[in-house]
């Protein structure tokens, strides 16, 4: 909608002291509207707050943030040059926001947004009667001068995605044996998060991010047809060559890819004056986690530590009661895994102690690459996904020579030289993990495959997960770490090879225009092009193979 229509459509508004709705009201965007299914997602927010000033849908709210995203690096406020113009003094480092009645600039003092934008912003509110302005060094963040109080665009967008009827579940045809492939963008297009983020400015530009975009906005319409998924088959082929075969392949592995390929897209976009690491990609921003590894001397208790990056836990099953030696090809297979996607995803790593990369890499795998000795007891009472958490984040004694240890066990001889006496070369250390940085989508791997098997059994997993024992006492996030499950795949099969993956979403099926009153949210299989109703209980006895929480916010 152009500046002008807007402007016209504010101007016609009457000299009564009532509302000024700049759009015909689609919907009211109501905080507890959503309550009963975003109840947790609005939380911050006073339950019984409203705005009706604001009626702008989810793409005309990501326009609003491709134009503030243009205003963010020299914002201008329209009224403070027509003052310089006069000889009028400006304030000094204001903020800014910009109106969303005519999308122009003004300046907003230093105002926090509880408080509201005052200057210029403030005098333009009620002269044009364009209530709401926008932050623009906060995008996701408004101010209502009618309602007097702070709005979240997040959740306004996540409340016009419930009012029609949240990621409407549609089949995707199965093309070359692509299970895999369906099963995985389904949990995927379930991401809320994900979705505000892939239609807004900052979504990667390249062939993958593009495909997934067009995807999140098929899920929009509620004509019941199938997703046309070529063009994001195509992208994920250019990923891989391997992908263009009928071979079954790994939905996880498939997973890695798709997240490192959105990753180097979005680097791509970026100008070359903006540092990578200044602003997080989006895959960053939602499956991007921190865990902290610290090592304790066992001699002299000194510690040092490193905080590693993670996109999934990967958790290891119990090793088989019948056929315990299966478990070690898989150990080995896992391991491979594992350091292969490290090579790519950690690149990042915050050196806090004194300790080489590697070893904190065989530690951080430690789960996988155990030796099933002294821990096999222990290992094989892990019956749900709680209790394999549990058993991933241990304390652990291992084997390490400290290096405090070895300085003080040497001594320099008169010449300079140096000798050696006594290095605790045996030295033992106790090593803990915990969070310290939580990622909104949590990614959870049941490790169930090895080379040519598969553990088959049930893990039992809820619908809503807590890791606030596992976190870092210093952590942001100790009182944030409640989760709800959006998404689960399952393999079928008792093989690798072959075998079908199987998605369970979160979401609605409409199938016409006209049930769209009807609809409503609640769990979907999703096979391919058949999907069909199921209930929670029913998705909570799935042989999950990866698992996908959403944060619940405080």
């Given at each position: 909608?152009?500046?002008?229509?807007?402007?016209?459509?504010?101007?016609?508004?009457?000299?009564?002291?009532?509302k000024a709705p700049l759009l015909k009201p689609r919907y009211s965007v109501r905080v507890d509207a959503v309550a009963s299914q975003k109840t947790d997602v609005v939380a911050d927010y006073a339950g019984s707050k409203e705005c009706e000033d604001f009626h702008y849908d989810t793409m005309e709210m990501h326009q609003f943030l491709e134009t503030i995203e243009g205003l963010k690096g020299h914002p201008q406020c329209v009224d403070c040059r027509r003052d310089a113009v006069a000889g009028n003094p400006a304030l000094l480092n204001p903020r800014f926001v910009m109106c969303s009645g005519c999308s122009q600039c003004f300046c907003a003092g230093?105002?926090?947004?509880?408080?509201?934008?005052?200057?210029?912003?403030?005098?333009?509110?009620?002269?044009?009667?364009?209530?709401?302005?926008?932050?623009?060094?906060?995008?996701?963040?408004?101010?209502?001068?009618?309602?007097?109080?702070?709005?979240?665009?997040?959740?306004?967008?996540?409340?016009?995605?419930?009012?029609?009827?949240?990621?409407?579940?549609?089949?995707?045809?199965?093309?070359?044996a692509k299970c895999y492939v369906n099963a995985l963008v389904q949990c995927l297009l379930a991401l809320d998060d994900l979705w505000m983020s892939m239609l807004g400015?900052?979504?990667?530009?390249?062939?993958?991010?593009?495909?997934?975009?067009?995807?999140?906005?098929?899920?929009?319409?509620?004509n019941g047809a199938f997703l046309n998924t070529r063009r994001l088959m195509e992208s994920i082929c250019l990923l891989d060559a391997g992908y263009r075969t009928t071979d079954h392949q790994d939905c996880q592995e498939l997973l890695v890819h798709v997240r490192n390929g959105l990753i180097d897209e979005e680097r791509k976009k970026k100008l070359p004056d903006v540092r990578k690491d200044d602003v997080p990609t989006v895959v960053d921003s939602i499956f991007k986690g921190e865990v902290s590894v610290m090592w304790t001397c066992s001699r002299c208790l000194n510690t040092a530590g490193k905080d590693e990056e993670f996109y999934e836990l990967s958790l290891p099953l119990p090793p088989s009661k019948k056929h315990p030696s299966r478990s070690v090809p898989a150990i080995k297979q896992c391991r491979r895994i594992q350091k292969e996607e490290m090579t790519v995803q950690y690149d990042h790593i915050k050196q806090l102690g004194m300790f080489e990369q590697s070893e904190l890499e065989k530690l951080f795998y430690r789960s996988v690459v155990s030796s099933f000795s002294e821990e096999k007891k222990a290992a094989a009472s892990l019956t749900s996904v709680k209790q394999c958490i549990k058993y991933y984040f241990r304390k652990v004694k291992v084997q390490k020579r400290c290096e405090i240890c070895k300085k003080r066990s040497t001594s320099r001889s008169k010449d300079g030289g140096q000798i050696v006496a006594n290095i605790n070369s045996g030295g033992h250390a106790d090593v803990t993990l915990c969070l310290s940085k939580l990622p909104p989508v949590l990614t959870i791997h049941v490790l169930r495959f090895n080379i040519n098997d598969k553990r088959v059994g049930h893990v039992k997993f809820e619908e809503n997960l807590d890791v606030g024992e596992y976190l870092d006492p210093r952590s942001a996030d100790k009182d944030d770490a409640r989760y709800r499950l959006v998404g689960v795949i399952e393999h079928l099969g008792r093989t690798v090879t072959p075998g079908h993956f199987v998605a369970y979403v979160r979401g609605s099926r409409i199938v016409s225009e006209q049930e769209l009153s009807s609809s409503s949210s609640s769990w979907f299989q999703a096979n391919d092009t058949r999907i069909r109703n199921i209930s929670l209980d029913d998705v909570l006895k799935r042989e999950a193979f990866l698992l996908f929480y959403e944060k619940i916010k405080a």
């Open positions: 909608m152009g500046k002008e229509e807007k402007g016209a459509r504010a101007a016609k508004k009457g000299t009564s002291s009532g230093l105002a926090s947004n509880e408080d509201g934008p005052i200057g210029h912003a403030q005098l333009h509110a009620k002269s044009a009667c364009h209530p709401v302005a926008l932050w623009i060094d906060q995008p996701d963040a408004a101010y209502c001068f009618q309602c007097a109080h702070s709005l979240s665009l997040k959740v306004i967008a996540l409340a016009a995605r419930s009012h029609n009827h949240g990621y409407a579940v549609r089949g995707m045809p199965n093309f070359r400015p900052r979504a990667p530009a390249g062939p993958l991010g593009v495909a997934l975009k067009e995807l999140f906005l098929e899920t929009r319409s509620g």
